[in-house]
């Protein structure tokens, strides 16, 4: 089956639409508040020139502790623009009719083989579509819409705090994810923990969730910007990539691809800066209701940026380039 696959995360929260303080454990609770979180109105979006319309997918899993993690990509060497750079799967959107999560699952199909229809997901996953977050801007003036989901399966998490081991039978999402990349886009695949972007330093992971210590070096670094005339918080966040296994392109590689691939195999952390990482700051704030450990912007997304763009006339259609679209 033409898949992205396997995934064996947990599918244990209700559908129902309690109130987080009734859920069991924190990745159900953070779950929970995306659920209900609902953007600001944005009729902007639908002023949007076709060439101007992009969404990123942020797809989340919860790992056999029941700790969310976030799945990110690296940039292929042959793009153009952030080649070798981490990236939430997306782009551009194909038709004015296409939903922002329409846009995001579509170029997740297109990146990491994510299926677009759940049907042609194995019988026991789903994805379930949590909200949207509010509109960023990218350096390229696309507007971004970031869609949240979470993959659901069936075996349930070992709660936090239990004495139960993990069962030696059932293998970790990590080592049982197998995309199938599109070379031409993506270098890599891998995961981060989630509620770690809210944090100034590496959060101890679970013993029975990792194999190997952190390796050495930072977590977070952070500056700020003037992006448009406007303060603006860049993150910088180096993830650890030693103890799971990081999907990569099966075919042969060229040599630029090749030599971004070599970089990539010596290195224990991942960098994620950029756009990237000011949404995965503004969706784990939004998940977990906490307040970052380092400055940020008190803002979600970047609209009064966009709103000013769209005053200033900048926002008509987009020049093409030959360059398949990535965000």
């Known amino acids: ?4 696959i396997h995934f064996l995360p947990p599918r244990i929260f209700p559908s129902s639409r309690a109130e987080p303080d009734t859920y069991t454990t924190p990745y159900q609770a953070a779950i929970a508040r995306l659920r209900a979180f609902k953007p600001p109105p944005a009729p902007l979006w639908d002023r949007l020139h076709l060439s101007r319309r992009a969404a990123v997918l942020l797809l989340l899993f919860a790992d056999r502790r029941g700790d969310l ?6 940039r292929a060497a042959s793009l153009r623009s952030f080649s070798g750079h981490a990236a939430l799967p997306g782009g551009k959107a194909d038709t004015v009719e296409e939903t922002p999560f329409q846009i995001a699952r579509r170029e997740a199909w297109e ?7 759940d049907a042609k997901l194995p019988s ?3 994805i379930e579509y949590l909200c949207d977050l509010p509109m960023n801007l990218a350096r390229t003036e696309l507007i971004v819409r970031p869609c949240v989901a979470f993959l659901h399966a069936n075996e349930p998490p070992i709660p936090t705090g239990s004495t139960q081991s993990p069962s030696t ?3 970790t999402v990590e080592e049982s994810m197998i995309p199938r990349l599109d070379a ?10 989630f509620h770690n972007f809210l944090k100034a330093t590496d959060e101890e992971p679970h013993e029975e969730v990792r194999r190997r210590p952190v390796p050495p070096g930072k977590w977070y670094e952070g500056n700020w910007l003037q992006f448009n005339g406007q303060p603006w918080r860049a993150h910088y966040f180096y993830v650890p990539v030693n103890d799971q296994r990081v999907m990569k392109p099966h075919r042969q590689l060229s040599a630029a691809e090749e030599e971004v691939a070599d970089e990539l195999s010596e290195k224990d952390r991942y960098q994620v800066w950029g756009m990237t990482a000011r949404i995965l700051v503004d969706a784990a704030r939004i998940a977990y209701g906490e307040v970052p450990e380092f400055e940020h912007n008190s803002h979600f997304g970047d609209e009064g940026l966009i709103e000013d763009a769209e005053k200033e006339g900048r926002l008509g259609p987009k020049k093409k380039t030959s360059e398949a679209p990535r965000v």
Do not use: H, W
Not at 1 to 4: C, L, N, S, Y
């Open 1 to 4: 089956m033409d898949a992205f």
């Open 69 to 74: 993690r976030v799945v990110i990509t690296m």
């Open 111 to 117: 990146e990491i083989g994510l299926p677009m229809d």
């Open 124 to 126: 026991s996953f789903r």
């Open 169 to 171: 039978k059932t293998a």
């Open 184 to 193: 031409k886009e993506v270098a890599a695949v891998f995961s981060a923990p």
